[in-house]
């Protein structure tokens, strides 16, 4: 079974800095779009950030110039750097395919920013 295991999060101050971390387990990594989620308490899931699979990036609104997306597909792994971080951006961050997420969701990797 095809999955994906996030790692990285973690307590940090506003203006701090975190690198995430998704493996994907089960297969061989060949994805056309691997995506970042998050969802915050109350709230739904939402894409923060996108890759296709030859490394071209796509960012809400909400992060652009903050967040970099990158993967490195011999190592099945995608990464989130995270800079510049808000408290707004305090939530579980997913990561799977994008726009159909069809793997298995993994149980995501909290990031807290606070103060």
């Known amino acids: 079974q095809v999955h994906v295991v996030e790692s990285g999060g973690d307590l940090v101050q506003p203006g701090g800095s975190l690198r995430l971390f998704c493996v994907v387990s089960g297969s061989i990594f060949r994805f056309d779009v691997m995506g970042w989620y998050r969802q915050a308490p109350g709230q739904q899931r939402e894409l923060v950030a996108r890759?296709?699979?030859?490394?071209?990036?796509n960012y809400a609104d909400s992060v652009r110039g903050r967040f970099t997306i990158s993967r490195d597909n011999p190592k099945r792994t995608v990464y989130l750097q995270m800079n510049s971080l808000k408290p707004e951006d305090t939530a579980v961050y997913y990561c799977?395919?994008?726009?159909?997420?069809?793997?298995?969701w993994g149980q995501g990797t909290q990031v807290t920013v606070s103060s």
């Open positions: 799977n395919n994008w726009p159909t997420a069809t793997l298995t």
């Open positions: 890759i296709t699979n030859g490394g071209s990036p």
